[in-house]
Nanobody, 123 residues
Framework: QVRLVESGGGLVQAGDSLQLSCTAS????????MAWFRQVPGKEREYVAA????????DYEESVKDRFTISRDNAKNNVYLQMNSLKPEDTATYYCAGKRYYGGRMPGGYPSWGQGTQVTVSS
């Protein structure tokens, strides 16, 4: 059974940086594509970024492309989301998600999810 646990959320000011982490267990992490999504109450879960098994390929939603970086450390079973130049509109609960093969932005395509970590950006 795959278990994903996020950490690193918090309250920051606009323009600040924050790094989220997600630790995986119960899976061969080096053969598991990972992604980050976010959700605001009352809205659908939104794709943020994804990374391939080796980390050589990454994909970003347009609004975060120049500010966020997804990375992974397969030795530690961790995936990260470095968020720079944060904006109030980045405020959301952030979820890490995983699946066998890299590719796809739909939440339904990811069978494994963490419990989420809250990021709040004040103006």
């Amino acid at each position: 059974q795959v278990r994903l646990v996020e950490s690193g959320g918090g309250l920051v000011q606009a323009g600040d940086s924050l790094q989220l982490s997600c630790t995986a267990s119960g899976v061969t992490f080096s053969e598991y594509a990972m992604a980050w999504f976010r959700q605001v109450p009352g809205k659908e879960r939104e794709y943020v970024a994804a990374i391939s098994w080796t980390g050589k390929s990454a994909d970003y939603e347009e609004s975060v492309k120049d500010r966020f970086t997804i990375s992974r450390d397969n030795a530690k079973n961790n995936v990260y989301l470095q968020m720079n130049s944060l904006k109030p509109e980045d405020t959301a609960t952030y979820y890490c998600a995983g699946k066998r093969y890299y590719g796809g932005r739909m939440p339904g395509g990811y069978p494994s999810w963490g419990q989420g970590t809250q990021v709040t950006v004040s103006s």
